[in-house]
């Protein structure tokens, strides 16, 4: 039985490091509905830049400092040079955008910083907690809990940006009816920039968890396909979506490969998250928190 | 254009259906075929045929396939790679196990399973669209390759999933040389793109196009959802199928499943938009300009050191390659979202009225 709670948790931590990187394509999708395929490579600019910082001598908290402004700027690029001018395509092109993006993100983090892996420590070890590995025979990392923390954090402080503050009401605004919300004079524009550089930020936070996690590398920019099924459970366009989606992912996920995987050969990883996914979306075709889709002719 | 239409009257139905229906395109068309038939292959070089040629007819093969599903009945994709796996494993898989069969019948076959394969994917279609569709179809490219990778027959049970593609023999001729391979290629791309300009023009193709305008409306006015669905999957799976045989045959010869990443999937995606979807012509330039542009690249840097007389890092120029790829697709898709095809349409309405275009 502990081996059981032992796996799930272990599951559930590792579902809130994916929720992580959903949180980012949540945030974009929701206020100007582009499916950002580049979010993947944001994690990886974002971590290789700040790892970088901290490996010439700069202290935690100017790298982060840095690294955030280098963010917010590029969030206002992509917006200014890439969306804007496709303004009212169509989703697919958009999508195909931002697969060009991340084919430029990816050359220029590598081009600017290397492209050797890199360790990052926040000194937090990455070890067993010890009271419950003595009392209940259950091991989880003493790191896990910390992501899991600083995912709850980060989605307080969503939560409080999206309903608290003026500019969240203009986001929820644009996320609604870009039309009516340009009606009612909310800057189309600046929002996206906004949240753009907010999805820079979401990414900065996913970046250096996962850079602590696995290290900082290239292989960063495939957590974009581990957040995919995530966010088709959760539904496009929800916050809660992306987390509750994670915990559901990362916790089926690891559940199937201790007790499923023997019988089949094991390393289904890859593709069992977007089988669960899948058949959650054949009950519900807009994920678990989705908006309904209405057709109308 | 130099020439124009003028003169040339319809006055039967055959006429007007005509694919062609200027003489002077006709003419050039056929022009077009006997070069890429006779002269290519006579004057070619080997490494233009082999490496360049070859490669580029396949890769245009898997984007019908894809712009039959995607272009034309609106179901985006991302598993095309997956598709051309099955079509390759499983071609080599009968050439293995069935005796004395012919090479096309086992291209065929890998492209029935492939079908297979697309259909049983393309299920979740009927309740899910759009990207979360996308999304489903990873599903397809992960499974299809952790299966080829997990199960030994497909493979022959080879240590490291590697498989090399048999001897081809068609009517006593071995085809072993990249002249006989490429003329292969070409004539087995070239049926199947007239089987598809053809499908899209019959009831079939019309079904696909309201499917993908607007499926509601296209449901009311009669059309069987799950019927056509499964029939684009099914074809457009079928095409990636044999274009993936092709891959394995008359390309790389020998494959690894690892060929058939994701990354395939990207760059096939790529052709169709670049080239325009929903196009049949379009397969063909976005194929072209994608696997001509790495070379391109290539070239420039190699002139450039040789300007600069210095060597340039190889991590300096894949990384650049990749911004100016990235970049590129980002410009085209601002520029001309209907690609390529679109251009070619412009341009030959602009030249029809040159030099008085007033």
Redesign the interface.
């Known amino acids: 039985m502990s081996f059981f709670i032992e796996v799930l948790a272990g599951g559930l931590l590792a579902g809130v490091m994916y929720s992580l990187v959903a949180l980012g394509f949540v945030l974009i999708y929701k206020a100007s509905g582009v ?1 950002n395929f580049a979010q993947g490579s944001l994690v990886f600019f974002a971590a290789l830049t700040f790892v970088s910082l901290t490996e010439r001598g700069w202290s935690f908290a100017l790298a982060l400092g840095v690294t955030l402004i280098a963010m917010v700027v590029l969030g206002v690029l992509i917006e200014r ?2 969306l804007r ?2 303004v009212n ?1 169509p ?3 958009l ?3 931002t ?10 983090s ?2 600017m910083w ?2 050797q892996p890199h360790g990052l420590e926040l000194g937090i070890p990455d070890v067993p907690i010890e009271w419950l590995s003595q009392k209940w025979n259950i091991n989880i990392s003493q790191f896990d809990l910390f992501a899991a923390f600083v995912a709850g954090a980060l989605v307080v402080v969503l939560a409080l940006l999206f309903q608290k503050t003026r500019i969240g009401r203009a986001l929820r605004a644009v996320a609604d009816d870009h039309q009516a919300a340009l009606a009612v004079g909310i800057p189309l524009q600046h929002i996206w920039a906004i949240v753009w550089a907010v999805a820079g930020f979401v990414a900065l936070v996913a970046g250096v968890m996962w850079g602590v996690r696995n290290g900082v590398q290239y292989a960063l920019t495939f957590t974009a ?1 581990k957040a ?2 995530v ?2 459970l959760g539904g ?1 366009e929800s916050i809660a979506g992306a987390i509750v989606g994670g915990l559901i992912i990362g916790a089926s996920e690891k559940l199937a490969e201790v007790y499923l995987g023997p019988f ?2 094991g ?2 990883e ?2 069992f998250a ?2 669960v ?2 058949v959650f ?2 009950i519900r ?3 678990l928190f989705g908006e309904k ?1 209405i ?3 | 254009m130099l020439y124009r239409e003028a003169g040339q009257f319809k006055s039967t139905y055959a006429q007007d259906q005509q694919i062609f229906p200027i003489l002077q395109d006709r003419i050039a068309i056929g022009a077009l075929l006997l070069v890429v038939f006779v002269v290519v292959p006579l004057f070619g070089n080997q490494y233009w045929l082999s490496a360049i040629l070859t490669p580029f007819l396949v890769l245009a093969l898997a984007t019908l396939g894809l712009n039959i599903l ?1 272009g034309y009945a609106g179901q ?1 994709s991302l598993g095309t790679a997956a598709f051309m796996a099955v079509g390759a494993f499983m071609a080599y898989n009968a050439m293995l196990r069935i005796p004395h069969i012919p090479v096309i019948g086992a291209f065929i076959i890998g492209g029935l399973c492939a079908a297979a394969v697309g259909i049983v994917f393309g299920l ?1 279609s009927l ?6 569709l ?3 179809t ?2 397809c490219q ?2 299809v ?2 299966a080829i ?2 199960v030994g027959w497909f493979s022959n049970y080879s240590s490291s999933g590697v498989i090399t593609a048999q001897r081809m023999e068609i009517l006593g001729y071995a085809i072993d040389t990249p002249a006989s391979k490429y003329v292969l290629t070409l004539a087995i791309v070239a049926l199947m793109a007239l089987g598809a300009k053809n499908l899209m023009r019959s009831e079939t193709g019309r079904a696909f196009m309201a499917i993908r305008d ?4 296209a449901s ?1 006015i009669g059309i069987q959802m799950m019927k056509t669905k499964l029939l684009a999957f099914a074809i457009s799976s079928f095409y990636c199928g044999v274009a993936g045989a092709l891959y394995a045959f008359c390309y790389l010869g020998t494959v690894e499943p690892e060929a058939f990443v ?1 990354d395939l999937s ?1 760059r096939v ?2 052709m169709m ?1 670049i080239g325009g ?1 929903g196009s049949i012509l379009g397969s063909f330039l976005g194929a072209g300009f994608i696997t001509m542009f790495p070379i391109f690249l290539n070239l420039a840097s190699k002139s450039l050191e040789n300007a600069l007389g210095m060597e340039i890092p190889h ?2 120029v894949s ?5 100016i ?6 410009f085209f ?2 520029v001309e ?1 209907n690609g390529l095809a679109r251009l070619w349409q412009i341009g030959k309405e602009k030249l029809r009225l040159w030099p008085f275009p007033h």
């Open positions: 499916f040079i890439v001018p496709l395509q989703p697919i092109t999508l195909m955008a697969i060009g993006l991340t084919f430029v993100l990816e050359g220029a590598q081009l290397g492209s396909l995919l099924p966010l088709i496009f089949v050969g390393g289904i890859s593709w977007y089988v996914a899948l979306l054949l075709p807009e994920g889709i057709d109308r002719v | 995607t985006l979740p309740r899910i669209k759009g990207l979360y996308a999304v489903a990873l599903a992960f499974f390759l952790w990778n997990r607007m499926d509601v409306a009311v994701l990207f995606l790529f938009i979807a991590a300096l990384n650049t390659e990749a911004i790829f990235g970049a590129l697709i980002i898709l601002i979202p």
